[in-house]
T-cell receptor
């Protein structure tokens, strides 16, 4: 049973426009959510996180939105840059515990 | 700081062979985890540990053993390799106070 789902395997966006990556979760006990970015042949790198007590968190061009009632989070990248082209994973945990569950990933392509 | 170091980077095993994937971190992180990445499946948690002497199963633990005798090291053992264990394996660590795991660069394992 996939507890964290990213239903879009890929997304293509023009440089300078907004990229919106989506993630759904089924476990209502999750209270901490993260986004990771991964380039080929490298390990994932932490991008941004959000606690369930918030509905929005910003860090530069990256904003994560959390809708607890819909069990949905999204990552907005504005403006998108070609260097943002990578696979993006969302992840979730309970009580910021050691058990972090990932989604399947969405491959973002930002075209010049 | 080396971060999270995984060895080897590449390995080919024959079905039935055993081996240990090594993982070491020099950041004094309490939490450590092992993930495998397969196409279309994202990152799946194999085993994790919240401190020396404490380990627990993740989503896909079968066929793998772990132990955590020190804070720094978290080896992953394949007892009898199977072709289904062909994958890229990532080790990660984090401190209790921050939810973002730091990942190693991965081990690409092929079982023939």
């Amino acid at each position: 049973d996939q507890q964290v789902k990213q239903n879009s395997p890929s997304l293509s966006v023009q440089e300078g426009r907004i990229s919106i990556l989506n993630c759904d979760y089924t476990n209502s006990m999750f209270d901490y959510f993260l986004w990771y970015k991964k380039y080929p042949a490298e390990g994932p790198t932490f991008l941004i996180s959000i606690s369930s007590i918030k509905d929005k968190n910003e860090d530069g061009r990256f904003t994560v939105f959390l809708n607890k009632s819909a069990k949905h989070l999204s990552l907005h990248i504005v403006p998108s840059q070609p260097g943002d082209s990578a696979v993006y994973f969302c992840a979730a945990s309970r009580n910021q515990g050691g058990k972090l569950i990932f989604g399947q990933g969405t491959e973002l392509s930002v075209k010049p | 700081n080396a971060g999270v170091t995984q060895t080897p980077k590449f390995q080919v095993l024959k079905t039935g062979q055993s081996m240990t994937l090594q993982c070491a971190q020099d950041m004094n992180h309490e939490y450590m985890s092992w993930y495998r990445q397969d196409p279309g499946m994202g990152l799946r948690l194999i085993h994790y540990s919240v401190g020396a002497g404490i380990t627990d199963q993740g989503e896909v633990p079968n066929g793998y053993n772990v132990s955590r005798s020190t804070t720094e090291d978290f080896p992953l053992r394949l007892l009898s390799a199977a072709p289904s264990q062909t994958s890229v394996y990532f080790c990660a660590s984090r401190t209790v106070s921050h939810g973002g795991y730091t990942f190693g660069s991965g081990t690409r394992l092929t079982v023939v």
